[in-house]
């Protein structure tokens, strides 16, 4: 799930968080931070906590100079080409997502074929995510059967 928090000012330790974003996962959660720091200069603040237990985590922090920000954003986006040519990747829809295909194919009527498309999956994972949240799977199209062909009878004529 994602969360925004847009102009969320928090003043902690001479520095201001001007924008804020939390991430969670499954096993962890990332909170991603614009920060303007008491000597005016900005750096991004990535965190994020590894739930390791019940109530144990492992949390770390890095902080980037907005200098070094688009040379990492190109080195990130190379692994993830190379991850997906190399592993095929096993997808992993959060709750957020989740939510958003089951109110897209309830209340909007849309296929499951459609759906597979806009999210990038296959028909079967789709399926699955609906199995598991008890939603029967119908079909939207109407039957294309022939119609009842019905015989009209003539009547003969007597001569």
Request: charged share 30%; hydrophobic share 35%.
């Amino acid at each position: 799930m994602i969360y925004q928090g847009i102009s969320l000012l928090r003043h902690t330790l001479m520095q201001e968080i001007l924008k804020s974003e939390i991430i969670n996962t499954e096993k962890s959660r990332y909170n991603l931070e614009l920060i303007k720091a008491a000597n005016g200069l900005f750096y991004v603040s990535i965190g994020q906590s590894i739930f390791v237990h019940q109530l144990d985590t492992i949390e770390s922090n890095i902080r980037i100079r907005p200098s070094d920000l688009d040379e990492i954003i190109q080195i990130l986006v190379s692994y993830q080409s190379e991850i997906r040519k190399n592993h095929p990747r096993k997808r992993v829809f959060t709750d957020f997502r989740k939510k958003e295909l089951i109110n897209k194919y309830l209340n909007k009527c849309l296929e499951i074929e459609t759906l597979a498309v806009q999210f990038d999956c296959s028909v079967n994972e789709i399926k699955q995510i609906f199995f598991e949240n008890n939603i029967a799977v119908t079909s939207n199209s109407i039957a294309k059967d022939k119609p009842v062909r019905r015989r009209f009878w003539r009547r003969k004529r007597s001569e």
